[in-house]
């Protein structure tokens, strides 16, 4: 996502609309991603971090499709651009929480490494851009990411037994202590 943000001003240009428009879009992202991550903190608490995170990211691939196809029409550029910005900020805080709950802080770090690599094909969309996929491929190949990244996180964020051991012995420990 946010090589897909960063590269966003040079997408809005090359779609037509001046550097002001541009300017103003990304002001719009900052807003929806603070909307974005108050509705993801709630929902992680109702839904938990897993499928808060698919729901975000689903819906940030459906708003970056939605700019690739219909992005000319400005109000369509806005409603796209909603969905994608909620996710940008809420991704980080359903990822963390998604670790912690369900495979523990001790490879915290290692997963957030890995979910990361991603970030370093994402950053070269500018070269993309100016390849034969031109910008709209760029930011289809940005959607696809995307809805891999909520795959990993739908199939693979699953409690480890050794955790659920770990948390239940805690849970003893403190009983006992009680």
Same mark, same amino acid.
């Given at each position: 996502?946010? =090589? ?5 001003? $040079?997408? /809005?240009?090359? !779609?037509?609309?001046?550097?002001? !428009?541009?300017?103003?879009?990304? $002001?719009?992202?900052? /807003? ?14 109702? *839904?938990?971090?897993? /499928? $808060? ?25 806005? /409603?796209? =651009? ?18 912690? &709950?369900?495979?523990?802080? %001790?490879?915290? %770090? ?9 970030? !370093? ?15 709209? =491929?760029?930011? *289809?190949?940005?959607? %696809? ?13 699953? &409690?480890?037994?050794?955790? !659920? &051991? ?13």
């Amino acid at each position: 996502e946010q =090589g897909v943000f960063q590269n966003f001003p $040079t997408y /809005i240009v090359y !779609t037509g609309f001046d550097l002001a !428009t541009a300017g103003v879009f990304m $002001t719009f992202l900052s /807003i929806a991603g603070c909307v974005g991550k108050l509705l993801s903190g709630y929902f992680i608490d109702r *839904i938990g971090p897993r /499928i $808060t995170y698919v729901v975000v990211n689903v819906l940030a691939a459906c708003g970056l499709l939605l700019i690739v196809l219909f992005g000319a029409n400005v109000a369509v550029l806005y /409603i796209g =651009g909603f969905f994608f910005g909620a996710a940008l900020s809420s991704a980080p805080v359903c990822f963390t929480s998604a670790v912690s &709950k369900y495979l523990g802080p %001790a490879y915290f %770090a290692a997963l957030y490494s890995i979910a990361f690599l991603a970030k !370093t094909v994402m950053d070269a969309l500018a070269a993309v851009g100016g390849s034969a996929f031109g910008w709209d =491929g760029a930011l *289809i190949v940005g959607a %696809a990411f995307i809805l891999v990244s909520a795959a990993f996180m739908l199939f693979g964020a699953k &409690k480890s037994k050794e955790l !659920t &051991k770990m948390e239940e012995d805690a849970v003893k420990e403190l009983g006992e202590r009680a």
